[in-house]
């Protein structure tokens, strides 16, 4: 007799993104004649930039040829993919060696498959509302969590817990946040990282929006902060960076200084861990992604996905000013691609995504969704098409604008 893992039970029925494509479903199908605008998962809709497709047709040439062909390639990545990711460090100030560095299919992997290295007695911090595959993972993991209060109060960049009583061995921090659109300061994140090196936790920093960042004072890295490579993981990714939501590359750094420790007491390397994790259950991201993906921190490969960054930041300010036109408080959209606001009128989540969807046939995305302190907010994405984005606040206007 076969077993299921019971955790899995223990989970809300199906995944946020895929309950709101099914709701989406289901008012096209009643609807076929209503031009929907979609602003609700955070993907994007700008194709890859030419130096990443050049470098890809290239890569499939070679692939073609029995003298540049390629079968598997190292799990942890090609090391001139580990070059350009080390070199977009060192221009932030970062110095990274190659083996700190691991290629993967984007950062919602890593994020969930790095639970794998950590023994389920840890207990977890999670802030409550964010990206749910940190909640998910550790539930099927088994693991206990701690939620930690994001909220206005906070300014939705919550703080190292005060109380003695808390005590996380592995800490979730996103900046830019998802949802939130928040940005942790450089003191704000020394807090977190002399937090982390004083209790012996390890913070899982997932910097996946880290290049919507304007402000120069505010960390992309979180390795900009000293004492972060004895505490902290990083996961990135080149989905919203470069348009790879659909062709997949990311990276992970885990520092050599990282340790963490064994039941009889022994610190052990994380990356070692890491490692052989990664060579046991991934065999790599494909070589002509991996060359698309290097072209990305080529000089003009920065400047062309700087161009499509600009675009959604347009949309940000699109979207950030029919806030102001409507009196709608919101938080984001200035250092990040979302824009979380509160909704009208006391609204709940869910009844707000309902009727938007049904009045203006815009899609969004209910806070609920990311944890119980996003009940009564709502996140739009600035991903979309720029003539779509205008069209949706025009529309939004009509029940708003005072
Ligand atoms: C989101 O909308 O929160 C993201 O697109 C989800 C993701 O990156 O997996």
Request: aromatic letters at 8%.
């Given at each position: 007799?076969?077993?299921?893992?019971?955790?899995?039970?223990?989970?809300?029925?199906?995944?946020?993104?895929?309950?709101?494509?099914?709701?989406?479903?289901?008012?096209v199908a009643a609807h076929p004649d209503k031009k929907i605008i979609r602003m609700g998962i955070?993907?994007?809709?700008?194709?890859?930039?030419?130096?990443?497709?050049?470098?890809m047709h290239d890569a499939v040439d070679e692939m073609g040829q029995?003298?540049?062909f390629k079968g598997y390639g190292p799990e942890q990545g090609y090391s001139f993919l580990h070059d350009a990711v080390q070199s977009y460090y060192k221009s932030h100030g970062v110095d990274l060696s190659s083996d700190e560095i691991f290629i993967?299919?984007?950062?919602?992997?890593?994020?969930?498959?790095?639970?794998?290295?950590?023994?389920?007695?840890?207990?977890?911090?999670?802030?409550?509302?964010?990206y749910p595959v940190y909640v998910d993972t550790n539930i099927m993991a088994g693991r206990d969590i701690v939620y930690l209060d994001s909220n206005a109060i906070n300014n939705f960049c919550p703080m190292p817990p005060t109380d003695d009583e808390i005590a996380p061995d592995l800490i979730y921090l996103c900046s830019p946040n998802n949802p939130t659109g928040s940005v942790y300061n450089k003191e704000q994140l020394t807090a977190w990282v002399n937090y982390a090196n004083e209790n012996s936790a390890v913070i899982l920093y997932d910097a996946a929006y880290e290049c919507f960042i304007n402000?120069?004072?505010?960390?992309?890295?979180?390795?900009?902060?000293q004492g972060a490579k004895e505490c902290a993981i990083e996961f990135c990714s080149l989905s919203k960076t470069a348009g790879f939501t659909g062709t997949r590359c990311g990276y992970t750094i885990v520092p050599k200084a990282l340790t963490a420790f064994s039941v009889d007491g022994d610190a052990v390397s994380l990356n070692k861990l890491w490692l052989r994790r990664q060579t046991t259950k991934f065999n790599g991201v494909p070589y002509i992604i991996q060359k698309g993906a290097a072209a990305v921190f080529t000089e003009e490969g920065q400047k062309q996905i700087k161009e499509n960054i600009d675009y959604y930041m347009k949309n940000a300010r699109t979207i950030a000013a029919t806030m102001d036109e409507c009196g709608i408080t919101y938080y984001g959209g200035d250092n990040s691609p979302y824009i979380w606001l509160e909704c009208?009128?006391?609204?709940k989540s869910w009844d707000f995504f309902d009727y938007l969807l049904n009045e203006i046939a815009v899609v969004g995305t209910p806070g609920a969704g990311f944890g119980s302190n996003g009940e009564g907010y709502f996140r739009l994405t600035a991903f979309g098409d720029a003539d779509n984005t205008v069209e949706a606040m025009e529309r939004f206007k009509t029940l708003y604008k005072k």
């Open positions: 007799m076969a077993f299921i893992n019971d955790q899995y039970l223990e989970l809300q029925d199906s995944y946020l993104f895929s309950t709101i494509a099914k709701k989406v479903n289901e008012y955070g993907d994007v809709t700008r194709p890859l930039v030419p130096a990443v497709l050049k470098a029995k003298e540049t993967s299919d984007g950062a919602k992997s890593d994020v969930g498959n790095i639970t794998d290295i950590f023994g389920n007695e840890n207990i977890v911090m999670i802030p409550d509302p964010v402000d120069a004072s505010l960390p992309k890295s979180i390795y900009e902060i009208p009128n006391n609204m």
